[in-house]
DNA sequence: ATGGCCATCGCGGATGGA
């Protein structure tokens, strides 16, 4: 079985490209974050054909996510219950039946724009959210993925240029107190469990040439339950939708479970 | 290098992203 993640940056713009995705990757599921799209506007039909049923949170201009899945996702959740909030960053849902079954959580974490400011604060306030129900939410349903942008490096080596971005966004050591106090939780970043390329990163500034540089970070993250752990046979970024026309400036990442 | 790019809304240029 395989799950995965990826920031589109616009689903009406970055429909092909997904399809195309889904078509030489047929994964099991897929979360999508930053739809910019309203619910009614949302591909349901193209999604049907590639085999794949769907369920969204849409929202006009910003955010906006979905849950993609070739068999029903159950009990599906939006946003974090217990945190009043009103932007589209999260969809929840159960994959699978008995002892196969999932319980996956897609979110759109915030940006946070610079440390200091007002979303700065939403971001650490929504991170404390999150936690708190994912706290709950873990004893409900032990075989649980977190996955999505994360907004978030987890240490330098999610960094191209740690020393130049120290303390600068996705890099502070508030943002990775919450990301490390979700791992507290009894969570896996799957990234880790295996050797990876050297510079793996998930997103890359559009400008200066980002990508061919390589100068990226790592922020889109799965992390895997204790009770999923054992079952994780890999976890890769694919850089090959980057390299597209008009790519997202993100990267999907995939995670295999035995 | 003061910023470079992209998407949205909407028709110019501000805002948000990361």
């Not at 039909?45 to 085999?51: I, N």
């Not at 306030?125 to 994912?134: F, N, S």
């Not at 390589?214 to 939708?241: E, F, M, Q, Y």
Request: hydrophobic share 40%.
């Amino acid at each position: 079985m395989q799950y995965a993640t990826w920031n589109v940056n616009s689903l009406s713009v970055r429909l092909p490209q997904v399809l195309d995705w889904l078509a030489a990757n047929p994964v099991d599921v897929l979360v999508l974050q930053e739809l910019k799209m309203t619910d009614d506007k949302f591909p349901f039909d193209a999604f049907a054909q590639a085999g794949y049923q769907a369920q969204c949170f849409g929202q006009k201009t910003y955010n906006g996510v979905a849950l993609l899945s070739r068999t029903p996702a159950a009990d599906v959740v939006k946003n974090i219950p217990g945190f009043d909030d009103d932007m589209a960053r999260v969809i929840s849902g159960t994959v699978g039946d008995g002892e196969q079954s999932v319980r996956v959580v897609g979110a759109y974490f915030p940006n946070g724009q610079e440390p200091g400011s007002e979303k700065f604060e939403y971001k650490m306030e929504w991170l404390k959210g999150l936690r708190l129900w994912l706290k709950e939410e873990l004893v409900n349903h032990p075989r649980l993925l977190l996955m999505g942008d994360f907004n978030i490096t987890f240490d330098d080596l999610d960094v191209w240029d740690p020393e130049g971005l120290r303390d600068q966004i996705h890099c502070t050591d508030e943002e990775r107190y919450h990301l490390n106090a979700l791992i507290a939780l009894g969570l896996t970043d799957s990234h880790r469990m295996f050797s990876q390329p050297a510079k793996s990163f998930s997103w890359w500034d559009y400008r200066d040439a980002g990508f061919r540089r390589n100068r990226g970070l790592r922020i889109d993250h799965i992390l895997v339950s204790n009770a999923l752990k054992p079952r994780v046979t890999a976890c890769v970024i694919d850089k090959t939708p980057r390299k597209n026309e008009r790519p997202s400036d993100h990267a999907p990442v995939v995670v295999t479970l035995s």
